[in-house]
């Protein structure tokens, strides 16, 4: 049976994720891979509706507890409609934020929050774990700052709006995360400009793509 690949882009506001995913996607397609480039939250309808309801803000009042749950459905919804079915029939899914983003996130908003990630995860993701994981890693204030001249000041999301302190406390558990899983996840000079980052990029999907290939070969 066909099994895909499976990459997420993960990292705080701003890092470039999505430039870097159009890039890579590109270049795959250009070698006759299947891809599908999808994100969260959101990539199937059900999820889509459920985004809107989160970086609105309109969940916002009742709690981290309520958010993380309806980030864990929509993930439920997209994995088993959009991202099991891809891999198996043999595509590469490029996901634009996944599972380290609820652990990041919402893990940090309370402990409470933090359990119910943890309980979560393995019924929404079920089993469809990325194969790898690219962690932007950027200065907050830059991150920011992009964020920002790309959507205007006045379209800052439910997220973005956050203070400094926390940005700078989600970049550290992304990093935390990184470290706990080095067989999992590469973390990605963000700071660097955007050809420099893409040359980075596509020789680790690229390595990570033959080393599956060649499975004798180093183990993997
Ligand atoms: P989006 O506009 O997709 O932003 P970005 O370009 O930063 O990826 O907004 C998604 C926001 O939702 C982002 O601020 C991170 C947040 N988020 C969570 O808090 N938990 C999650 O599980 C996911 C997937 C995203």
């Known amino acids: 049976m066909p099994r895909g690949f499976f990459i997420t882009f993960e990292g705080g506001e701003g890092a470039g994720k999505s430039t870097q995913i159009a890039r890579l996607a590109t270049l795959l397609r250009d070698g006759g891979k299947d891809v599908v480039v999808t994100r969260e939250p959101g990539g199937s309808p059900g999820a889509e509706a459920i985004r809107h309801v989160i970086l609105?803000?309109?969940?916002?009042?009742?709690?981290?507890?309520l958010e993380t749950l309806l980030f864990a459905a929509a993930r439920a919804d997209?994995?088993?409609?959009?991202?099991?079915?891809?891999i198996e029939r043999g595509a590469i899914v490029l996901c634009d934020r996944f599972i380290d983003s609820s652990r990041v996130?919402?893990?940090?908003?309370?402990?409470?929050?933090?359990?119910?990630?943890?309980?979560?995860?393995?019924?929404?993701?079920?089993?469809a774990m990325p194969d790898?994981?690219?962690?932007?890693?950027?200065?907050p204030e830059e991150g920011l700052r992009r964020a920002g001249r790309r959507r205007g000041a006045d379209s800052v999301d439910r997220f973005?709006?956050?203070d400094l302190d926390t940005h700078r406390k989600r970049r550290q558990a992304f990093l935390d995360i990184a470290?706990?899983?080095p067989e999992r996840c590469i973390v990605i000079d963000a700071a660097a400009d955007a050809e420099t980052i893409e040359t980075v990029v596509v020789s680790a999907v690229?390595?990570?793509?033959?080393?599956?290939?060649?499975p004798g070969k180093d183990g993997a």
Do not use: W
């Open 105 to 127: 996130y919402q893990g940090l908003a309370s402990p409470e929050a933090r359990d119910l990630v943890a309980a979560t995860e393995p019924i929404a993701v079920a089993g």
């Open 78 to 86: 997209h994995v088993d409609r959009v991202i099991r079915p891809a």
């Open 206 to 214: 690229i390595a990570a793509l033959n080393a599956r290939a060649e």
């Open 132 to 139: 790898m994981t690219l962690i932007f890693d950027l200065d």
């Open 56 to 65: 609105s803000g309109a969940a916002e009042p009742f709690g981290p507890q």
């Open 179 to 181: 470290a706990r899983e």
């Open 160 to 162: 973005e709006r956050e």
